[in-house]
């Protein structure tokens, strides 16, 4: 599974950004997919995740901001951030957990794209 991420930016504190990412399959099955995010000197985090059948799931920072979403047909992933506040500086990853068969089931990431919230 190879994931590509886009989206990323430069922007004010209290606007919006959307990420994208899409991934190619090669036959693999996709079932969770989420966005993590780094931000310099912290560890990696969970921003939010989304299930095959679209339940999602949001780290208490971005509840009623971000929203996630994703068209299966598309193999495609969606971050819509509002309200951005300069805590959400970082660069976001696209995760996806995915297997070949019925084979083990493997994380696989994106390249990452940089976010930047200016105050």
């Known amino acids: 599974v190879q994931l590509q991420a886009s989206g990323g930016g430069l922007m004010q504190a209290g606007g919006s950004l959307r990420l994208s990412c899409v991934a190619t399959?090669?036959?693999?099955?996709?079932?969770?997919m989420g966005w993590f995010r780094q931000a310099p000197g912290k560890e990696r985090e969970l921003v939010a995740k989304?299930?095959?059948?679209?339940?999602?799931t949001y780290a208490d920072s971005v509840r009623g901001r971000f929203t996630i979403s994703r068209v299966n047909a598309r193999n495609t992933l969606y971050l819509q951030m509002n309200n951005l506040e300069p805590e959400d500086t970082a660069v976001y990853y696209c995760?996806?957990?995915?297997?070949w068969g019925g084979g083990p089931y493997s994380d696989y990431w994106g390249q990452g794209t940089q976010v930047t919230v200016s105050s």
């Open positions: 989304i299930s095959k059948i679209g339940s999602a």
């Open positions: 995760n996806a957990r995915a297997r």
């Open positions: 399959r090669n036959k693999f099955s996709i079932e969770d």
